[in-house]
DNA sequence: TTCTGTGAACGGATTCACAGCA
DNA sequence: TGCTGTGAATCCGTTCACAGAA
């Protein structure tokens, strides 16, 4: 029973939740969902919905207290806690990946890195020293890996995947661009520039090949923009 | 009038190309829509009400030719050119950026980045002269840019963008943390693999909390996989 | 008043189902 | 027989609108 939480909904909780912290941060104590829709585009009645699938948290009159909903949000999301990631394929893209600086902050860390090329394993890359991916489920459970991140060529991804999977990780950042099969428990999120611009283009060749209406089109919902 | 297509159908488009191109280089000729559907973990029926917009591609019986289909994708979304993109943020995540490898092959390219760090303006990264961001809209011009990609801070996102759209860029590819405010005209994607990872750790949570019924869970529409 | 929480209404994307062509 | 193209039906997320608490 209960909870067949819509999918998008999930989407949009860690942006709320990023919100409120820079609220947090910047010492407002309460908002309302119509100044939170503002922020991000999203009608005050959305973020309502949303928030009343996990319960009460606001007050009649007043809106949310942003440290109370920001807590709650954050145990919703497990986010009250650090995560383990372990990457695969430590090429550029790789190497770009385990020195990025927005991961630790949240709580997740890069806790070992793999390949196959004889040449890169046993060699160090910031704080990791590569491992052959022979030894990615061993280090996967002496770890307690949660999350694996794939950087890795598109040809290869499937099975890296795979290795994932049997190795018990329920939850996988994507960067190659393929879309891969797992079992229905296993999530997985593309992060996949390319397809991000190859959807914009389209638009800005409909708008050059019929500048007259180029302000007509249907955005994303309109949102209610605050005072 | 017309052409009031979702936006979610354009954002498939691209999926579709990049298979299709894929299936042309290992040789195949001719795919149907559930074939295709399978790959993609998409519905036959949705691929085909999808293209429905643009045309007429298939043969009844046989399925679409897939060097048709693809360049007729290519057309649509104007993947049969080039477009330049100016870089602004030129630290570790925008010097990766500069770097990767994925962008040239299809057609996108980094011809300007642009930062306001006096130590970086000036010196070279990659194939490109670091600019002050002063000559951003005159570069921009210059060298018709059309898309604009963002790699500062989240505290200087909304500027930089303000200076990106005032300059005519209508596609923004946005690696910083923040949603930002845009014309209606204006398009941004954001590539934020913080956000990816903290919807997935929802339901790594969720599945450890009651374990019993983890396979139960609604995935995103199940794709009638082929044979 | 102000703003939340929520059932009901709505709207739009997905899926169905079938006519029709190869 | 096989598979496309598409109106119709369905499903589901979004928005509305209002009761009720502060």
Redesign the pocket.
Known sequence: MASQI????ILRLPLYARTLAALRDSGQEV????ELGGKLH?????I?????YFG?????????NIKRLLEELQQILGLNREWSMALVGVGRLGRAIIGYGGFAPQGFRVVAAFDTSPELVGTQVEHLIVQDIAELGATIKEKSVNIGIVAVPASHAQEVINVLVSSGVKAILNYAPVVVKVPEDVRVREIDPVLALQSMTYYIKKAKERPAEAATRSRQ??A?LSS
């Open positions: 819509p999918e998008v909904v908002i309302s969902s119509h999203i009608t005050p009645a959305q309502r919905k949303d928030l009343s009460k948290f606001g007050k009649q009159g007043r809106g949310y919902k309109r209610a």
